[in-house]
């Protein structure tokens, strides 16, 4: 199995998927729907059942059950795109065997290395099975790790037919990492009672609440005059942008909170004298809380215009997902056979919240509650991205083992 993982990994991390949220189309770039048609026929090839993809490359696919007992259908979803965070373009995966504990050089020419001080986990996979980067680019484990471990179970699935499961539906979605994952997914032609992303990171993790999250957009629209002749004319919207960036409190930050807590998070700011643009984006598990931190940007900007008022702003909260938590906990039963499955398998289960969101957020508010679970993978988005073919595997079986405990609870 392990080389199985290998060669499917090191083939779709290749192809160049990273989305693009300047684009409004669905994919929002063509190497999705190159991922997708490449699933699609690999899909066909294994012995999966009504496999299509849409005219957004939405893949989906069908194993049939293999037992006439009445189980839930259920299903397994991880997204083709790549972040947009660091580039994605000529991975180039390393792959490194029997690791042994130390530093790893990434790019000897560019003086990149993956070093156990600076990410002192990467020291307990030793002995594991590794791919990196090579320092240039991305990895793309999120999420093509858990694209790897659906298809690896369900070929399981199909060559061990001795393992009773119902029906089994798939899916791998465009543009999840711009937060559009679900945008044109169609649940009822998913058809399935519950569902899995298999989207997490490090060994074990077991996620079934999530933040919520807003986009705020603030545009600042200024006036261009000479310098030189600028008194009492010009307005700087650059400067006032910044005026503006200052007043957030610089301990609610990504960098600065952990577990439950909230943030805002400039993602971006541009512009010159007579135009900026500012973007963050907001994020709580606490629903109150988060209407909480919408209003206090709703009130800095209304500070920002009664002190620069000759300054246009313009303000834009798009709500994005909520915290799944609330449509999970009356079904938690998808999150407890997950939870046995792990333990069956002898890994230790970490339930925890996710710092951030997956396709399930929206799935569950869409009505198909879909927890989510690890892939193996570390730090996700950027140049020291690596995931274990160990607990790749040790995900493959987990996604098998979910299957079955399915099929054996009928039986209660």
């Not at 699933?39 to 999966?48: F, S």
């Not at 009445?70 to 029997?98: C, K, S, W, Y």
């Not at 609330?326 to 996710?354: F, G, H, R, T």
């Amino acid at each position: 199995m392990k080389q199985e993982l290998v060669e499917r990994f090191t083939t779709y991390v290749k192809i160049d998927t990273q989305s693009n949220e300047q684009n409004e189309a669905t994919p929002s770039t063509d190497g999705q729907f190159i991922l997708a048609d490449l699933l699609v026929n690999e899909l066909k090839e294994i012995g999966m059942e009504d496999v299509s993809v849409d005219e957004h490359a939405y893949v989906m696919a069908t194993l049939p059950a293999n037992t006439d007992k009445d189980i839930p259908t259920i299903g397994f979803l991880a997204h083709m795109d790549t972040a947009t965070d660091f580039t994605g373009r000529n991975v180039n995966p390393q792959l490194i065997e029997n690791y042994n504990g130390k530093d790893i050089t990434l790019n000897e020419e560019l003086n990149i290395t993956l070093s156990t001080e600076k990410f002192p986990e990467l020291s307990t996979y030793k002995g594991h099975t590794l791919i990196t980067t090579d320092g240039t680019t991305l990895l793309g484990a999120d999420n093509k790790a858990g694209i790897t471990e659906i298809m690896t179970a369900m070929a399981y699935l199909i060559n061990h037919p001795e393992i009773k499961h119902g029906e089994i539906r798939i899916a791998f979605t465009p543009d999840e990492e711009i937060g559009r994952g679900p945008h044109k997914f169609d649940v009822d032609r998913f058809n399935a009672e519950y569902a899995y992303t298999v989207d997490g990171g490090p060994l074990g993790e077991l996620q079934y609440e999530s933040f919520n999250a807003a986009d705020a957009r603030i545009t600042f629209t200024g006036n261009s005059v000479h310098p030189g002749t600028a008194k009492n004319k010009l307005v700087n919207a650059a400067r006032i942008a910044a005026a503006f960036i200052n007043k957030f409190p610089e301990q609610e930050t990504p960098e600065h909170t952990e577990q439950l807590e909230g943030f805002y998070h400039l993602i971006s700011m541009e512009g010159d004298v007579e135009r900026a643009e500012v973007n963050y984006i907001i994020r709580d598990f606490d629903r109150d809380k988060f209407a909480e931190r919408k209003s206090m940007v709703e009130k800095l900007v209304d500070q920002i215009r009664k002190e620069y008022k000759a300054v246009q702003v313009e303000l834009k909260i798009t709500d994005e997902y909520y915290n799944m938590r609330e449509k999970i906990e009356p079904v938690k039963e998808v999150v407890d056979i997950a939870y046995q499955a792990m333990e069956n398998l002898n890994i230790k289960p970490i339930v925890q919240p996710i710092r951030g969101g997956t396709d399930g957020s929206q799935l569950s508010y869409m009505g198909l509650p879909t927890p989510n679970i690890f892939t193996g993978g570390e730090n996700f988005h950027g140049k020291y991205e690596y995931v274990s073919v160990d607990n790749m595997e040790k995900a493959t079986q987990v996604i098998v083992e979910i299957c079955e405990l399915f099929a054996k609870q009928s039986d209660q």
